[in-house]
């Protein structure tokens, strides 16, 4: 009967619970929180990108009615616990860490770098103060690009390290590196640069902070990720006990890794909240949130490539330089997943790989949707670069290339098997869609017209959670785990770490919860986002369909053992001869036995049962990602260059995507759909600008430009699936990889729109000014 649960729910494109309370306005976010006294909260900025504060004076600021508290950094140091960021503390990795405080105290070191916090009764009168507080500063000589920081002369950022290093700075190799480009036939140098771009969600970050001085407990309301990573935050700066840290989290207005962990500001209102036992609310604008909260990417590659005459690629060696920003988080950890994952799908036979990752006068390093995904845009260039210089076909290059689906599968040169992999087949999928001899003949056709179109094609694979090897062990992610219950209403409660903001956690996850068990969907109900009750966990990595619909299968079947075992004191029949189905107990065959499973739990909790019987309708799940998996596939773009004015069209854009057994296909083409269009904004609208002295240039939506309905076309998506490689977990985050191979799609497709000018492309940002000067500059040439 679980079988015919599966066929009724997982696969389904069952629609979305959360939808009628956020589409009705009925979602309740940060801001929507109004607690009795509760007080505002707003931040001085530095508006010097490096700069040595030599005094604060708060004075004018505390003397304005309204304003109840104002704290300076050096305030904030002497009632918190000195330290780095959690955070950094686990990706960090080994060598020297850079020292500095919560609020800014000796230096400021970009724009928007938080200086003084005001709190007051209302926001307005908290912004009236910060314009109050008199900052003098001695501006110092900014540190602007990577190039500038890796200078032995270059101004130090923090004082306690000896250059402007950060996290490890190492090279790896992988095969016989030196070996297989002595052997080459030809050995290609690329520079290959990705820009500075950033999350944007929706909703900024915000907390409402309440220090309750009686039972010593903090009360934090945040936008998060994970309700126990802020948790761990607030209770280590603080000072503590984490079991008086209590996080809660509600509707969230998206994220894209914006949210993990507690931010500075964050931490300077939990302890403004615990300095004045009021709560304390801080809601960020879209000026900080552009400015402040964290920027993602800006990374450069010196790449060599060891390729024979006849197009086969048999070594890549890369020089990564990360423009890390002012304060280490995410950037120390980024090298070694691209390292990791530069190989892709092909049967690369040697890989080097140096990292550095250094500090400069923007705002911090954060993740983005698809952390890692130069690699994907590296390695996808390089194909196409290759194969114009030795005249091939990109998508010829490509399946030359793919590694074979082999038993044991291929094992990538990083160590980690292709197992299930199906990239030979998205790209023969996603070019039959796209028609690519029809569009060549068109092609040629329409440039006699003087009208430029271009295809490119890309491939990806992503560890979604990934495959175990002796190597990788259980992944990165480690355990997941659920909580799951069953009510004396009949209700199947799943309590979770993960934090939804736009996966459609609540959904899916009961989707499967309710298969497995034998209860209709909306008899399932998912808890999150409060530590006093869900397991620890947090969404990212796309870890959530693998890792938490693993649990949650698991957890259901667990579940549904132990009200099967009572049960059978009820029927007076083996648990074996039982079964649940549409939530309802029932002897195999005999339907006229059936007895709901609210009944069930309501006979367990009456107490008439002896003391060995089992009446308590609870587990505690936890789930390794099984046998782990890759999610992956193929992107096919045409577009249209107008070569007078540079603008870009996307006239078409496919894809065949490879997550293995679909969950909720509507949620599934929903992630596609919007990671391709945050990759094709990256290419053609957005970029966190700075100029030669730091300043931000990118600071409202007039300069950061992002895409509108009116510039992503209508997405065609196939999906294909993954060879099962788990008995019963075959699903597969999807969530990231648009984003990831967008952008190299979309670029291959704009180069080869503009081959009869010449023109190579060596970065991803590309607006109509770039375009006119790509061509000028080959036509120079």
């Known amino acids: 009967m679980a079988q015919i649960a599966a066929e009724r729910y997982t696969g389904a494109s069952i629609k979305r619970s959360e939808d009628p309370r956020i589409l009705t306005g009925r979602g309740r976010y940060v801001d929507d929180l109004k607690l009795p006294g509760m007080l505002h909260a707003a931040f001085v900025r530095s508006p010097l990108a490096h700069g040595r504060v030599l005094a604060v004076d708060v004075s004018a600021a505390q003397a304005l009615p309204g304003v109840v508290l104002v704290l300076t950094g050096a305030d904030l140091e002497a009632v918190t ?48 103060g910060c314009d109050l507080v008199e900052v003098d500063y001695e ?80 009360t934090v309301h945040a936008a998060t990720q994970g309700v126990h990573m802020t948790r761990m935050g607030v209770a280590t700066r603080l000072g503590i006990e984490p079991d008086k840290v209590h996080v809660l989290a509600g509707d969230i207005g998206g994220s894209f890794g914006l949210k993990i962990g507690a931010s500075r500001e964050e931490l300077a209102v939990a302890a403004a909240s615990r300095a004045l036992g009021r709560p304390v609310k801080w809601i960020e604008d879209r000026g900080e949130n552009l400015a402040a909260s964290g920027q993602a990417r800006e990374e450069g590659f010196d790449v060599r490539a060891a390729v024979s005459n006849d197009g086969d690629l048999l070594g890549l060696d890369a020089t990564m330089v990360l423009d890390n920003g002012a ?28 990292s550095t990752a250094v500090a400069t006068n923007k705002a911090s390093y954060i993740a983005y949707r698809g952390p890692w995904a130069s690699e994907t845009f590296v390695r996808e260039r390089v194909l196409d670069l290759l194969a114009k210089d030795l005249g091939l076909d990109p998508l010829e290059i490509r399946l030359r290339n793919i590694a074979p689906r082999t038993d044991p599968p291929f094992m990538m040169v990083t160590g980690r098997p292709l197992a299930g992999v199906t990239a030979r087949e998205s ?20 440039r006699l017209r003087g009208r430029y179109l271009g295809i490119g094609l890309a491939t990806f694979i992503e560890a979604a959670p990934g495959p175990r090897s002796p190597e990788a062990g259980s992944g990165p992610m480690g355990l997941e785990f659920m909580r799951l219950t069953l009510a004396e209403d009949g209700i199947v409660t799943l309590f979770t770490g993960q934090m939804p903001h736009g996966q459609s956690h609540q959904t899916t996850l009961a989707q499967i919860a309710a298969d497995e068990f034998g209860v209709p969907f909306e008899q399932v109900r998912v808890v999150v986002g409060d530590t006093a009750v869900v397991p620890f966990g947090f969404t990212g990595g796309s870890r959530s369909a693998t890792m938490t619909g693993g649990v949650a299968l698991h957890g259901a079947r667990q579940l549904k053992g132990k009200v099967l075992d009572f049960a059978s004191l009820l029927f007076e029949a083996s648990a074996q001869d039982l079964e649940i189905t549409d939530g309802e107990v029932l002897v195999r065959g005999d339907p006229d036995s059936a007895v709901s499973v609210a009944e069930v739990a ?29 999610s992956g596939g193929s992107h096919c773009a045409i577009v249209e260059v107008d070569v007078e004015t540079g603008i870009v069209k996307v006239e078409r854009y496919v894809a065949a995507e490879d997550c293995g057994a679909l969950i909720n296909p509507a949620v599934v083409e929903g992630q596609i759909r919007g990671g391709i269009a945050q990759g094709i904004g990256a290419v053609l609208l957005e970029r966190s600008a700075y100029d030669a002295d730091g300043n931000f240039q990118s600071a409202t939506f007039m300069d950061y430009l992002l895409p509108t309905a009116c510039d992503i076309p209508r997405i065609e998506i196939e999906h294909l699936e993954t060879v099962p490689l788990d008995a019963d977990v075959n699903f597969r985050g999807v969530g990231e990889g648009g984003m990831i ?18 023109v190579r492309i060596y970065e991803q940002h590309l607006p109509p000014a770039r375009i006119l000067e790509l061509i000028a500059d080959a036509d120079a040439s």
Request: proline share 8%; net charge negative; charged share 25%.
């Open 81 to 128: 616990v000195p330290g780095q960021d959690p955070l950094f503390a686990m990706m960090g990795g080994d060598g020297p860490k850079p020292e500095y405080t919560l609020l800014a105290t000796d230096k400021v070191r970009f724009v928007g770098d938080p200086v003084v916090i005001v709190v007051a009764e209302s926001r307005y009168l908290a912004e009236d």
């Open 139 to 218: 501006d110092l000589p900014p540190v602007v690009s990577a190039a500038v920081a890796l200078d032995a002369g270059s101004p130090r950022l923090f004082d306690n390290l000896g250059d402007n290093i950060i996290g490890p700075h190492k090279r790896s190799e992988f095969g016989d590196v030196a070996g297989t480009f002595a052997a080459a036939d030809r050995v290609a140098e690329f520079r290959i640069d990705v820009h500075r771009h950033q999350n944007v969600p929706m909703e900024g970050r915000g907390c409402v902070a309440s220090y309750d001085a009686d039972s010593g407990v903090m």
């Open 327 to 354: 304060y280490p988080v995410m950037g120390t950890m980024v090298p070694s997943i691209i390292e990791g994952m530069l190989p892709g799908p092909y049967k690369l036979a040697a890989l080097g790989f140096e």
């Open 427 to 446: 790209l023969e999928r996603v070019t039959q869609m796209a028609d690519i001899p029809a569009f060549r003949r068109r092609q040629a056709e329409e």
């Open 602 to 630: 309501r006979q367990a909790a009456s107490g008439q049962f002896d003391a060995d019987a089992d009446t308590k309708f609870e587990v505690e799940a936890s789930f390794d990602g099984g046998e782990g998996g890759w």
């Open 741 to 758: 191979v967008a952008p190299p799609t979309v670029v291959n497709a704009i180069e080869d729109a503009l081959a009869p000018f010449g």
